[in-house]
Structure formats: C-alpha cells, structure tokens
C-alpha cells in the first residue's frame, strides 16, 4: 500500500471515537509500505529529569513534532509523544524536509537545552523486512483534534535500531535553526492534593502482540479511560502564573527576546485573569480547550497514561497489575510522582487546535519504560 502524501493518509483514517476502540488490532490501517518514520529519544533522560530539567527533557521530545509540522507546513502528521522522545510517520516527498528539521532540532537540543538528542529515520520498508509492523488508529481526543494510536512493533523497532546507530540523523550546523513557532510550556507544573500523578504503561507480555484481553477490560474499568473525569487536567484547565516557569525555555524555542516574550505573557495572564477576550481570542475557551486537548492517554504498542489517583487507588492499580503479570497478560511499568507538566504546541491561539503534551514531572515516560517488566 502506498500513499502520496501525509495530510491526504491522515484525512483519510476513520477516527475512533472512544479511546477503547483502539484496543482491538481490527481498527488499524498499516502505514503506507514507502514511507518513513522518524523518532528521537534524550539521552540519559532520567539522569536530566534528576537534575531539574524535567521541563526541558519534555520540549526536546516535543520538539521534533512541532518542527516537522512546521517545516511541512500542515499538522495531519501521524504522530506520538513519548516523554523524553517522539515519532513521525511521514511519506516520501516530505524526506527532505523532515530530514532537515530533524538535523536542526538535533543541533537546537544540544546547543540551547543542553541535552543529547538521538534522532533517526527509519523505512517503514526496513520495519517490515525484519518482521515487525507499524500500523496506525486515529483517536478522537477532542472536536478540534485528533490523535494517533500505534501498534505492530514498528516504533519500538525503529527506536531500538536509532540506539545502535542506524539511520541515524546528525545534527546540522551551529548557525541552522529549527521552526518551533508554537512550541511552548508556560502552564505550571498540575497537581492534585492527595493525590499522586501517575506515569504508567501497560505492554503485551514477552512474546505476545496484545494485552490479555480480561486485563485490558480490568485495566479500563479501573482508570475510567472514557469517563469525562478521567484526565488529570483540571477541567478549567492548569494554572497559569507571571512570569511563567518555562519563559527561558518558549525563548530558546522561538527565538524572541526576552523582553518581548514577557510583554506577551504578562498581556496574556491579565486577559486569563480577567476573562477579557481580546479580538477572535477568548482566554475561557482557550483554557477549556486545553484541558480538552491534551494526550493524557495514548497507544503505542501498548496502553501509556498519565493519571490523578488517591494512594488507595494507585495501591489498587499496582494489585491488579501484578496480578495480570504474574498470570502472563502483560507488563507493566509505573512511575508515581506529585506532579504532571505540559509541552504544548499552539499553531494559532485564536484556533481550537492547540494541542498539549503531558507528562509525569518526576520522572514520567522515561521512568516507567524504565521500570517495564
């Protein structure tokens, strides 16, 4: 199956209206056969989060999402998010433009984040050749947005060959820039009182393609996964303070100055503030909007969440999981933390397609892949 370009595969993937419906390996489409997918991951990530720069860890993985679309010039890309790194699947006439800003997001980490970004584009061809799959599900997630669902082995394969080496995008010269118009953290970090924020992912069992299907119901019924309560996010979204935590970081992003970033973002907490709209910019639907799109919960291979959850809760979860382990269904990896923080890429803030990452701040993705087993 071939494709001629990303936006025209996109658009054409019925979109699954429940997060449920893209458990079962029936409601995916294989990504076209000649197309490519790029992925990133930070290096020594956990070792940054450690250090503080959890905020920054999380931008460096966003990033590249941001870039590519972009450098495209559009946002029906396939996409993922996955803490400290990212994926794309793209077709092939976007190779050059997608190689370019991947070679410059590279470049953009090191010299302005600090931070060590493995990037690499993989065929999908190569994929299949070595007996895995990448196919692909797109997942409602709001009116205003869609995101994507993976699975097939494909971009666990595709990260495993960028940490040997293979395919492996270097980064551009010290003068080259990526297009991050967008690209932003001004939120503060969300937490809940009593509550532990909760980085979890759930994978088939070693030598299975799918979650035992009594553990995935198990699993859904306990986290709620369709329920409008379920996300972490407040329902009025996060909060917002001046100046904001990650105003270094939005200036490395788009190169404004300083100064101007703060007449910005002083001008933007007085209208969240006051509820004032400000010409086609509405602060109290921007805040709903972005409480709506954000990718608390995802498919990659597996089931990957960002939750709320009392102790009792998260004792329960552990239990259950265990159980399912313990019985083959599955592993499972699980990191707890009191904060969750968003990357959020914003097109235009007069739209409803922002759309914003989420992450545990003490460790998050990175951790629980860490602790899979």
Not at 209 to 238: H, Y
Request: charge should be negative; hydrophobic fraction near 45%; proline fraction near 6%.
């Amino acid at each position: 199956m071939q494709s001629s370009t990303s936006a025209g595969f996109a658009k054409s993937l019925p979109v699954l209206n429940r997060f449920v419906s893209a458990l079962p390996r029936d409601n995916y489409r294989p990504v076209p056969y000649d197309w490519y997918v790029a992925v990133t991951d930070v290096v020594q990530s956990r070792k940054a989060i450690a250090s503080g720069k959890y905020k920054a860890v999380n931008m460096a993985g966003v990033s590249m999402i941001s870039a590519i679309m972009n450098a495209v010039g559009h946002q029906d890309m396939l996409y993922i998010f996955g803490g400290d790194g990212a994926a794309v699947a793209f077709a092939p006439q976007e190779l050059a433009k997608v190689e370019e800003a991947l070679a410059a997001v590279v470049g953009w980490v090191e010299d302005e984040l600090e931070l060590q970004l493995r990037a690499a584009i993989v065929p999908v061809s190569s994929i299949r050749a070595a007996g895995s799959e990448l196919l692909v599900a797109a997942v409602r997630v709001s009116e205003a947005i869609v995101n994507y669902a993976f699975v097939g082995g494909g971009i666990a394969l595709a990260e495993k060959l960028m940490k040997e080496g293979e395919y492996r995008v270097e980064r551009a010269d010290k003068d080259t820039r990526p297009n991050l118009d967008g690209l932003s953290c001004r939120w503060t970090p969300i937490e809940m009182p009593g509550s532990k924020i909760v980085s979890l992912i759930v994978e088939p069992f070693d030598g299975k393609t799918e979650i035992g299907p009594d553990a995935v119901r198990e699993l859904m019924d306990l986290v709620q996964a369709d329920a409008p309560d379920a996300s972490p996010m407040p329902k009025r979204g996060p909060g917002f303070t001046w100046p904001p935590e990650g105003l270094v970081l939005e200036a490395k992003a788009t190169g404004m100055g300083k100064p101007v970033l703060y007449l910005i973002t002083i001008l933007a907490w007085v209208l969240d503030k006051t509820g004032w709209p400000l010409g086609k910019f509405d602060p109290k639907r921007y805040r709903e909007y972005t409480a709506l799109n954000t990718d608390y919960r995802k498919i990659q291979d597996g089931v990957r969440m960002t939750l709320s959850m009392e102790n009792d809760a998260v004792s329960k979860l552990r239990n259950m999981l265990e159980h399912h382990r313990q019985a083959g269904h599955l592993k499972f990896g699980i990191c707890e933390q009191d904060k969750a923080v968003l990357t959020c890429f914003v097109p235009s803030i007069t739209s409803d397609n922002h759309f914003h990452f989420l992450d545990g701040a003490g460790g998050g993705y990175a951790a629980a892949a860490d602790d899979l087993s």
